[in-house]
């Protein structure tokens, strides 16, 4: 069984349409995570739910718009999508919110064009 | 900003050597974690380090943490093919409840 997974696999759109990604965790954490790795590789996270509660929020385009709608599902809604929001999308989740290892989705591929 | 960084960005060696990567980071943390990443998949978690640990091991993976100099390294010994793969630390800091990646260190190891 899947720990946590992602659909869709991969995103081709075009630029202004707006899209969402699903997320959802089979292990019963209480920590959800969306992070976004560009085109060099580098991982860096955007939000972050604990228990359905947003507690990280990097500085990220209001265009992005994360929704918990309960501990087992993180949804990343974009509005308005851009060229540069093409990268990967990466859901992960931990028991707790510190000093805990991240479970990774297998990622979701979004190309704008 | 950024906190981890690697080194080397990448690195060739042959099945059987041993594969060693580096992190640095700037700031103080809560522990210091590795991270597997192949080709076209999710992060795959290795080995979790506290700040106040100095080694550990798990199976062929040896990661030491030295808090002074603000630096990790992973050692692979005995690499096989299927360590191909990119591997990235993150560091927890206190107080900050997220992890921050590295740059991340690609490794081919050929049969």
């Known amino acids: 069984d899947t720990a946590v997974s992602q659909t869709p696999k991969y995103l081709v759109t075009q630029m202004g349409n707006d899209k969402s990604i699903k997320c959802e965790q089979n292990l019963g954490h209480d920590t959800m995570y969306w992070y976004k790795q560009d085109s060099k590789k580098f991982l860096k996270i955007m939000f972050s739910y604990n228990n359905k509660e947003l507690i990280i929020n990097e500085t990220v385009p209001n265009r992005f718009s994360p929704k918990s709608p309960d501990k087992a599902h993180l949804n990343l809604h974009i509005n308005s999508l851009e060229l540069g929001d093409s990268a990967v999308y990466f859901c992960a989740s931990s028991q707790r919110r510190q000093q805990e290892t991240q479970y990774f989705g297998p990622g979701t591929r979004l190309l704008v064009l | 900003s950024q906190q981890g960084e690697e080194d080397p960005q990448a690195l060739s060696i042959q099945e059987g050597e041993n594969a060693t990567m580096n992190c640095s980071y700037k700031?103080?943390?809560?522990?210091l974690q590795w991270y597997r990443q192949n080709s076209g998949r999710g992060l795959v978690h290795l080995i979790l380090i506290r700040s106040n640990e100095r080694e550990k091991h798990s199976g062929r993976l040896r990661v030491t943490l030295d808090t002074s100099k603000k630096s990790s390294s992973l050692l692979i010994t005995a690499s096989r093919a299927a360590d191909t793969a990119s591997y990235f630390c993150a560091t927890e800091r206190p107080s900050f409840q997220k992890l921050v990646f590295g740059t991340g260190t690609r490794l081919l190891v050929s049969p």
């Open positions: 700031t103080s943390i809560n522990n």
